[in-house]
């Protein structure tokens, strides 16, 4: 029976993994590990997978669970800040880091200073591939209000991000 009970469960888990790690790793950024939360997460969705009673429906039961853990954290960490949590999950500092490397890890940061819901939606959207339908049933809002976010999320990020440019002086190469 259990044999059965993992075998399905990793059947449906299988096709959405890597959209389930990205979301994990943008959504996690500056607060903990993204693996913690997608450890705890798994193993809080196959506990309750017997409650699951359609498999088109896991992908929600899973990334919502995921969202009620999220809130949970937000809710016990809320007067901590980025600045004191940045090392929990700090990608390791090397000197041949590679430029891309480095605009993902000023894209996280810039995203997780949005308010929460705009943080989910921009990370549904455009790093875990949803479609504005899937987030909007996700978050249990409207479709319009889900590409207001996603317009919001967008403005803030082009924001933070050139306030970065700016800040930071160009390298010059020799």
Avoid at 6 to 23: N, Q, T
Avoid at 53 to 82: P, V, Y
Avoid at 146 to 171: G, T
């Amino acid at each position: 029976m259990a044999a059965t009970k993992k075998k399905h469960f990793m059947e449906l888990y299988e096709p959405i993994h890597v959209r389930f790690e990205k979301f994990c790793k943008a959504r996690a950024y500056g607060n903990f590990h993204f693996k913690d939360l997608m450890h705890d997460a798994l193993l809080i969705a196959y506990e309750r997978f017997d409650a699951l009673k359609n498999d088109g429906a896991f992908l929600h039961f899973l990334f919502g669970i995921t969202i009620r853990l999220l809130a949970n954290e937000n809710r016990k960490k809320s007067t901590e800040r980025l600045a004191d949590n940045q090392q929990a999950y700090n990608y390791s500092v090397e000197s041949d880091r590679t430029d891309r490397q480095l605009e993902i890890n000023q894209l996280y940061e810039a995203i997780s200073q949005l308010p929460d819901i705009q943080k989910e939606s921009i990370i549904l959207f455009e790093i875990s591939g949803f479609s504005i339908r899937e987030i909007a049933e996700l978050q249990e809002s409207s479709e319009d209000a889900v590409k207001q976010r996603l317009v919001r999320s967008r403005k803030k990020l082009l924001e933070l991000m050139s306030e970065k440019q700016e800040v930071e002086p160009k390298k010059v190469e020799l």
